[in-house]
């Protein structure tokens, strides 16, 4: 028997009503149906994510390590990871039983934080870890550093390092560009940067990004990945960002371009503020 996690977003009324609907259609195809705080670790075979993009970050989190690919509904703002709306979901259920569907692999981020004493923490994202400063009043002085060779040094809010994925959420919001999924890179942006250098860079898959939080700054910073695992870092220490090695599936029904989604999802006026070319 196929099994079914359903992670949905507690805060949502809609979303207790749909988790029933859920259960019950997973079950007339022959599928179990456990929720989010009876999942033990054990193997599953999907995790049904109902909610916005912050719900499925938390999914890919509840799944870490087991494969499991994941299948956003939207009852969210945006939802750029899910693959339908609301209204979508019966139909969803109903081909993912029958096998109509293939996994879309998107790559991770893995960082290590190391504090001045040496000590480190690793750690993983979907989306991005941001390093921010950890005091309102006070900026953070950063060193970026790519492949051993210094780039620049900022006086900033924090630094976004982003997945291709990652590249529509908070890089985004930071005048970051907007990265195709299946392109694997690192983007680097700078938030709010005191500096003459601050245009957001696209890294090789290869590399590795260096941000060192340097002695000038007069605060510690705090590091968040995807905004859910937070640490402190010290002034003095610094993390080591590379692609991750286990990337998360997302369940895809259609062979619509990424450009689709792009334009769906911002709603973008494609005439322009000009009208119609033609």
């Given at each position: ?10 805060r ?50 509840a ?9 956003g509904?939207n ?34 981020l ?94 090789a ?19 968040a ?25 997302l ?28």
């Amino acid at each position: 028997m196929s099994t079914a996690l359903i992670v949905a977003n507690e805060r949502d009324n809609r979303a207790k009503s749909m988790v029933q609907e859920a259960v019950a259609r997973l079950e007339r195809h022959g599928w179990a149906a456990i929720m989010e705080e009876d999942d033990h670790g054990g193997s599953l075979d999907l995790a049904l994510v109902l909610g916005g993009d912050g719900t499925l970050l938390r999914a890919a989190e509840a799944v870490r390590g087991r494969s499991v690919p994941l299948l956003g509904v939207n009852l969210g703002h945006m939802g750029f990871l899910a693959e339908c709306d609301s209204d979508g979901l019966a139909g969803a259920i109903d081909q993912v039983a029958a096998g109509a569907f293939k996994v879309e692999q998107r790559s991770t981020l893995s960082v290590v934080v190391t504090q001045p004493d040496g000590q480190s923490q690793p750690g993983w994202a979907l989306n991005e870890v941001t390093l921010a400063k950890a005091a309102p009043q006070r900026m953070v002085e950063v060193l970026v550093s790519i492949d051993g060779q210094r780039i620049s040094t900022y006086g900033c809010d924090g630094m976004v390092v982003a997945t291709s994925t990652g590249s529509t959420g908070h890089a985004f919001s930071a005048g970051g560009p907007v990265v195709w999924p299946d392109l694997d890179a690192l983007l680097v942006v700078p938030l709010a940067a005191h500096a003459l250098f601050d245009r957001p860079l696209i890294v090789a898959p290869t590399s590795t990004v260096r941000v060192e939080l340097l002695g000038a700054s007069r605060a510690d910073g705090l590091v968040a990945c995807d905004g859910r695992r937070t640490v402190y870092l010290h002034v003095g220490g610094h993390l080591d960002l590379t692609l991750g090695t286990e990337p998360v599936g997302l369940v895809r029904f259609g062979e619509a371009p990424f450009a689709t989604r792009l334009v769906y999802k911002f709603e973008l006026p494609t005439d322009g503020w000009r009208g119609d070319a033609e």
